[in-house]
């Protein structure tokens, strides 16, 4: 079946540090990489995709290229801000999955200054 | 952008009584809306997917009597837990997707945690 993994959070990091969030998965065919964002009280965001092999996704600082042959998407900043506190999930479709996700856990980023 | 409301945010309901829950998008039409159960530390599970004008389709292992979906509009979906336990507390989203310039996407709601006591 089709899987995605997240590291366990939460993530304190202070502003201006480096973030990784790493995230692998598996898939029986061809999926579409996704990084969603969740602030709090409010719903899922997306917050960047990659639909193909070496497609890099980059939205608000956020960057993630999809890793066929180590099949990761792993999410990166290169400087975080306190508003950037929140839970991330990572997900998966595949093509013509009819548009199942299949997400992560979450990891909750927690940025203090 | 594309906004999904839920109502209620949080629902406290007794054991053996009924809740419904509803998934609005408020500025655009959706035949497509899709239900899904979080535990704590744990994935969004999907439990069905509402299509409009027709019966939802279930995934496996999600009882359709006791999760009740109907999709009476292009714009509303309902989940009814029907004699709910304490084993279905849970935090419930929607999604909507949404058509526009043949590109599809999922806009989310932002959930309704039910406590069944």
């Known amino acids: 079946g089709n899987s995605v993994t997240q590291m366990e959070g939460p993530v304190t990091l202070s502003e201006e540090a480096f973030l990784t969030i790493n995230c692998t998965y598996t898939?029986?065919?061809?999926?579409?990489l996704f990084w969603y964002v969740q602030y709090p009280g409010e719903g899922l965001q997306l917050l960047l995709k990659?639909?193909?092999?070496?497609d890099k996704g980059s939205n608000k600082g956020f960057e993630a290229t999809y890793r066929k042959e180590t099949t990761s998407f792993h999410l990166e900043k290169g400087s975080v801000q306190v508003s950037d506190s929140a839970v991330y999930f990572c997900?998966?479709?595949?093509?013509?999955?009819?548009?199942?996700?299949?997400f992560g856990t979450g990891t909750q980023l927690k940025v203090e200054l | 952008g594309a906004v999904v409301s839920q109502h209620p945010s949080r629902v406290i309901c007794k054991s053996g009584t009924s809740v419904k829950i509803e998934c609005r998008s408020l500025?655009?039409?959706?035949?497509?809306m899709f239900w899904y159960r979080q535990f704590p530390k744990q994935s969004l599970m999907l439990m069905a997917t509402?299509?409009?004008?027709?019966?939802?389709?279930?995934e496996q292992g999600v009882e359709k009597d006791k999760f009740l979906i109907n999709h009476a509009s292009l714009t509303l979906s309902t989940l009814t837990v029907t004699s709910a336990h304490p084993e279905d507390s849970s935090f419930y989203i929607c999604?909507?997707?949404?058509?526009?310039?043949?590109?599809?996407?999922?806009?989310f709601g932002p959930g309704t945690r039910l406590l069944v006591l």
């Open positions: 990659a639909t193909k092999a070496d």
């Open positions: 509402s299509n409009e004008g027709s019966k939802a389709t279930y």
């Open positions: 898939a029986t065919g061809y999926p579409s």
């Open positions: 500025d655009f039409q959706a035949t497509t």
């Open positions: 999604s909507a997707k949404r058509q526009r310039g043949g590109i599809e996407t999922q806009y």
């Open positions: 997900a998966l479709i595949l093509t013509g999955g009819g548009n199942k996700l299949t």
